[in-house]
């Protein structure tokens, strides 16, 4: 089992004008401690159960950004952009940047937003659930197309490029990583089945297997090799959480499949601690 960071929540004892190098130590002590994978969140407010709405949520690319300079080896990317925020070929190139500036080590997560409340509150536009899932089909299909070989025109039914000209090239050929992320038995893992090199899942519970059977008839009905898709989970980690714990809660996984966890915490406030109880679990589990 390979263990990611997924940084989820900036509320710490450093205080927010000095996020910036708590930030970039945290990145590089996950690193040094063997941490493979490193995500953030793609909101501008904080999720309700990890923390206050108004406490410290960093933008999403900007903070990639920050984190391929201050990291050498890990994987990185959104869990997961909010398909709503961007439009397809801003985020395509964005991706693409950072993909050539970490040296091939940038992807995309990528699913159908959810939250409503920001959305409002800061004036996206929050079109209903099926208008969502349109556009995260053919947002998925532009970026696609503009990592190909192809320049040709899309012309999609919510959007339509003249020109799908992508320079520089993303090094990650023949795509960077595609993480699709949800649960969703109809739509979302359909998505996954179709399109997507993983999938990501709650295992905060019982392990999702019902999830990877649905997971499973969608790429049979596409004629998916349901192998070529990584299967990866999240967890939650809190102040009470031990290694021990930590490995315990992802023991049932493996056996089904899964390949990675990422590990958010939720009212730590020392993120070395959180390095510390991944890379303890990575340990037990290895």
């Known amino acids: 089992m390979e263990f990611g960071l997924h940084i989820a929540d900036f509320t710490w004892r450093t205080g927010a004008r000095q996020l910036g190098p708590a930030l970039a130590a945290h990145v590089r002590n ?9 995500t953030v969140m793609d909101h501008f407010w904080q999720l309700p159960g ?3 709405v108004d406490h410290e949520m960093l933008e999403a690319y900007a903070t990639l950004g920050f984190i391929v300079a201050h990291t050498e080896k890990a994987l990185l990317h959104t869990l997961v952009t909010g398909v709503i ?5 801003l985020l395509a190139k964005q991706v693409t940047t950072l993909d050539v500036l970490s040296g091939g ?6 699913g159908a937003a959810w939250n409503e409340q920001e959305t409002q509150g800061l004036g996206f536009a929050f079109p209903p659930v099926a208008e969502r899932f349109r556009q995260l089909e053919e947002t998925i299909q532009i970026c696609l197309q503009m990592w190909s070989e192809s320049e040709e025109p899309y012309d999609g039914a919510i959007w339509q490029l003249e020109r799908t000209l992508n320079s520089p090239q993303s090094l990650t050929r023949p795509h960077p990583y595609l993480m699709i992320g949800g649960g969703g038995e109809k739509k979302t893992l359909r998505l996954v089945a179709q399109y997507a090199d993983a999938c990501n899942l709650s295992a905060m519970g019982a392990p999702p297997a019902h999830k990877l059977d649905v997971l499973r008839g969608h790429c049979d009905a596409v004629g998916r090799d349901y192998s070529e898709i990584e299967k990866t989970a999240m967890i939650a980690v809190n102040p009470d959480s031990t290694s021990e714990s930590v490995a315990q809660a992802v023991a049932g996984l493996s056996p089904l499949g899964f390949t990675a966890t990422y590990v958010f915490s939720v009212g730590i406030d020392e993120p070395e601690r959180v390095v ?6 990575a340990a037990l589990s290895s």
Do not use: T
């Not at 996950?30 to 490193?38: K, M």
């Not at 925020?85 to 070929?89: D, I, K, S």
């Not at 080590?105 to 990528?110: A, C, D, K, Q, S």
């Open 30 to 38: 996950a690193e040094a401690a063997g941490i493979q994978r490193i």
């Open 50 to 52: 990890i923390g206050p």
């Open 85 to 89: 925020y961007r439009e397809p070929a």
């Open 105 to 110: 080590r940038v992807g995309l997560g990528i």
């Open 276 to 281: 510390e109880l991944i890379a303890g679990a």
